[in-house]
T-cell receptor, first 109, second 113 residues
């Protein structure tokens, strides 16, 4: 079967760094996405990884290891507005997205 | 229209009633998708369309139907609503290609009583 695992909830302090992990087992792999979703809103795209390594985009970075079926999203210099759910999704062999349940990130002052 | 829109924003529906959720995009994307999102679960694909005139079944298609008469519109119909279809429904669209970043509509919150 296909499976995406990520922690249900994490708490971090404003100004700090947090790493959200995602492990996956899917039928085929054509890339991994991270999305951000604020409560009551639609998901919005953050990053895409298809090759191993780190992709950096401002305060956010995403890492992929295809051999380990593993990715993480790194958020630096946390701000209160970063309080949201972070969704990991893998594009399978049919180019459909398989979604994790999301990690709710709580930022405390 | 800017991006992707959905209607209605929310709806309360009696069980057994028919309901169509509307979705329109103005980005000329080939692919469109319908997801449902339930607490504690990831987004689950209901139906998709890779291009106008074609549709396919996702992970949870039972009780739902779709049509894709043109590029812009992708309505989702519940023929006879049941309480288990209470959920938040998101429509999304994407370009073709490897990095098919999906753009989401604002969602429809549906309650079936």
């Amino acid at each position: 079967g296909q499976n995406i695992d990520q922690p249900t909830e994490m708490t971090a302090t404003e100004g700090a760094i947090v790493q959200i992990n995602c492990t996956y087992q899917t039928s085929g792999f054509n890339g991994l996405f991270w999305y951000q979703q604020h409560a009551g809103e639609a998901p919005t795209f953050l990053s895409y990884n298809v090759l191993d390594g780190l992709e950096e985009k401002g305060r956010f970075s995403s890492f992929l290891s295809r051999s380990k079926g593993y990715s993480y999203l790194l958020l630096k210099e946390l701000q209160m507005k970063d309080s949201a759910s972070y969704l990991c999704a893998v594009q399978d062999s049919n180019y459909q997205l398989i979604w994790g349940a999301g990690t709710k990130l709580i930022i405390k002052p | 229209i800017a991006g992707i829109t959905q209607a209605p924003t929310s709806q309360i529906l009696a069980a057994g009633r028919r309901m169509t959720l509307r979705c329109t995009q103005d980005m000329r994307h080939n692919a469109m998708y319908w997801y449902r999102q339930d607490l504690g679960l990831g987004l689950r694909l209901i139906h998709y369309s890779n291009t106008a005139g074609t549709t396919g079944k996702g992970e949870v298609p039972d009780g739902y139907s779709v049509s894709r008469a043109n590029t812009d519109d992708f309505p989702l119909t519940l023929a006879s609503a049941v309480p288990s279809q209470t959920s938040v429904y998101f429509c999304a669209s994407s370009d073709s290609g490897d990095n098919n970043e999906q753009f989401f509509g604002p969602g429809t919150r549906l309650t079936v009583l």
